[in-house]
């Protein structure tokens, strides 16, 4: 049974940083492509980084690049978002997604949250001085 379980999310000031955890189990972390996503109050889920699901390159949105990192630790079966230089518009749901390896994903995950079967339940994560 594929599991995604989140934690780490907080209530931070504006400039700070939190660490994101998605522990995974029910499934082997190599052969799946891995995302971050987020949904403000009364907007739609935004993706956020990804992991492809064959040659491993990771990708961030624009809105995130140089700020979030998404890393992954196959010990311990878990992917993490590492976020700096927070900023209000940062709050959000933050949800942990799965999918199986296609051929489309190999190479380049989707930024599509239509694309992932599995999901977590998301951790609140709260920008504000």
């Known amino acids: 049974q594929v599991q995604l379980v989140e934690s780490g999310g907080d209530l931070v000031q504006p400039g700070g940083s939190l660490r994101l955890s998605c522990r995974t189990s029910g499934f082997a972390m190599n052969v799946y492509a891995m995302a971050w996503f987020r949904q403000a109050p009364g907007r739609e889920r935004e993706w956020v980084s990804c992991?492809?699901?064959?040659?491993?390159?990771?990708y961030h949105a624009d809105s995130v690049k140089g700020r979030f990192i998404i890393s992954k630790d196959y010990a311990r079966n878990t992917v993490f978002l590492q976020m700096n230089s927070l900023r209000p518009e940062d709050t959000a749901v933050y949800y942990c997604?799965?999918?199986?390896?296609?051929?489309?994903?190999?190479?380049?995950?989707?930024?599509?949250?239509?694309?992932?079967?599995?999901w977590g339940q998301g951790t609140q994560v709260t920008i504000s001085s």
């Open positions: 992991f492809s699901s064959g040659d491993g390159s990771r």
């Open positions: 997604a799965a999918a199986p390896r296609t051929t489309e994903s190999f190479y380049r995950c989707s930024e599509s949250a239509s694309s992932y079967n599995f």
